[in-house]
């Protein structure tokens, strides 16, 4: 260690102490003077790193010595230390620095580190008075366009904790992945029956409703594990908020001034609990923008999309039920109104801006629903769920028409949302055999949330050539092994999560090649 090297540390560390500091004295939040003294491990909720780059992650972690009384801690802003190392024993300090635990943010801590050196591996952990984290560990991504051989990564979704285990979690840190793509419903708003593990909110409106959701979630010891192993990159899906909501309508009846209350309680509980960047959390109007592009070296671009925030309605509401349903698109002739848009029109500029051809092996697009057509008929016509891309078949039209006309290459989709496996080309016409393969895409299953549909989807299956594989019978998780020359899937499940020693498989696994269009089984 330099002495520079030692100095410059430590004016950004004193800088960013005053910062803080003076952030607390203008929001008019008092600041713990004395060493805080706490009845339990102020740091039961674990520690998580995301939103990696080449010089930094976010760190997170929050004070919770008791999850089911919010006044366990002062209403007053407490100081945490942190501190980064080279080594798993914390020996080689490489940055450290003290922020606040701010009560208005239930005493949650989010440390945007730089400076760090790429694609390298470091720990982590954090300090309370007395009291100190579980050691986490966090990798740094190559330089964007920087070289890059390889990478292995898991993909996961949809995580009710009352219908079982994340033991799916406890597989992956097996598997070693370099991060975890998480493509929503991290939480489940409301109850299921009958379930596997109480939760102590039937469904969740307040602030308070929702943060004891995210706490008794993060108490999984397997996703504890995941989230301590490597950095993640999220975004969310409805249930963080509410079932097939869109933007500010809810799936019941409601006043949409009462559910964007509800919503801006929901995004709140999720910046609270996710190590997610400043940048994330609502602004006055309680708009969150989550979109991002996260550029793996010159290997893969990750473009995350945000599909729930401004999205018009579901089509065909009834005046009672706003969800989603499936419907003949010859009957709700809504669907097919040009103008609908998923995205909105921030995200769809920004995206089209951002989404171009480039020099990584591989241009993905991971979103929380399943891109490819899914006709749901079995006697003629067109069905499709309004509340999915199919819904939308205009705004869905743009991101194909995206991919042909910039000649994107190697362009893989991400998905999550339907609780079941699908293996899919899209092509820019799915109903014409001979129309050229634009993509391929990938929707993972649920970590534990249920689907009853093997039989009813199975019969849709004729009908819809472009999907390669479908099962839904099994819950768990994708592992992608992703180098210059190929991509590869594996679906991986778990026999039971019902239990909390379940057992791992690889249930099928699929790869695409570098530069030939389509999917094949391995």
Not at 339 to 355: A, I, P
Request: glycine share 6%; proline share 5%; charged share 25%.
């Amino acid at each position: 260690m330099t002495n520079l090297g030692s100095r410059r540390r430590f004016l950004r560390n004193a800088a960013l102490w005053a910062g803080t500091a003076l952030a607390a004295l203008k929001t008019g939040t008092r600041v713990a003077v004395a060493a805080p003294v706490f009845i339990n491990d102020p740091f039961q909720l674990g520690v998580a790193s995301g939103d990696p780059s080449a010089d930094g992650f976010v760190l997170w972690t929050r004070l919770a010595p008791d999850l089911f009384d919010p006044q366990a801690l002062p209403q007053e802003a407490i100081p945490v230390a942190w501190e980064i190392a080279s080594d798993r024993a914390m020996k080689k300090i490489v940055a450290h620095g003290q922020v606040l635990a701010h009560p208005e943010f239930a005493h949650s801590v989010h440390v945007d580190v730089t400076g760090l050196m790429p694609g390298r591996e470091y720990f982590y952990r954090f300090h309370a008075g007395a009291a100190v984290s579980r050691v986490g560990r966090a990798l740094t991504w190559p330089t964007p366009r920087g070289p890059a051989d390889r990478v292995r990564f898991a993909v996961a979704s949809c995580q009710a904790y009352d219908e079982g285990y994340f033991s799916a979690y406890r597989d992956m840190v097996a598997q070693d992945p370099a991060f975890i793509l998480h493509l929503g419903d991290y939480i489940y708003e409301t109850t299921r029956i009958p379930p596997v593990r109480r939760v102590p909110v039937a469904d969740a409106y307040t602030l308070e409703e929702y943060r004891l959701l995210h706490a008794i979630y993060k108490t999984d010891p397997d996703l504890q594990a995941a989230h301590a192993h490597c950095p993640w990159l999220y975004m969310w899906d409805d249930h963080e908020v509410a079932n097939d909501y869109a933007r500010d309508q809810s799936e019941r009846t409601q006043d949409p001034a009462v559910f964007v209350k509800r919503r801006i309680a929901a995004y709140q509980a999720v910046y609270e609990h996710m190590p997610l960047r400043i940048s994330a959390r609502a602004d006055a109007s309680g708009r969150s923008y989550m979109f991002q592009r996260s550029d793996y070296g010159d290997l893969a671009a990750f473009t995350l999309l945000d599909l729930r925030q401004f999205r018009d309605r579901v089509a065909c509401q009834t005046e009672t039920d706003h969800s989603g349903r499936v419907a003949d698109t010859t009957v709700c002739t809504e669907i097919t109104n040009p103008k609908r848009t998923v995205l909105g029109d921030t995200q769809e500029r920004w995206f089209g801006s951002n989404f171009v051809k480039n020099p990584a092996a591989w241009n993905v697009i991971a979103q929380t629903l399943m891109l490819s057509e899914f006709d749901q008929t079995t006697n003629g016509g067109y069905a499709v769920f309004t509340d999915s891309w199919g819904g939308y078949p205009a705004a869905r039209r743009k991101i194909i028409n995206l991919v042909r006309d910039r000649k994107v290459p190697n362009c893989i989709s991400l998905g999550g949302d339907i609780h079941s496996y699908f293996v899919s080309d899209i092509r820019d016409n799915d109903k014409d055999e001979r129309s050229p393969i634009l993509m391929s895409e990938f929707v993972g299953t649920s970590i534990t949330s249920e689907s009853t549909n093997y039989a009813l989807y199975t019969s849709f299956l004729p009908r819809n050539p472009q999907i390669k594989f479908f099962d839904d019978r099994k819950r768990g998780y994708m592992l992608c092994d992703v180098d210059r020359t190929v991509w590869k899937t594996a679906l991986r499940t778990v026999d039971d999560v019902r239990v909390r020693e379940g057992r791992f498989a690889t249930l099928r696994s699929f790869a695409v090649e570098n530069g030939k269009s389509g999917v094949q089984a391995t």
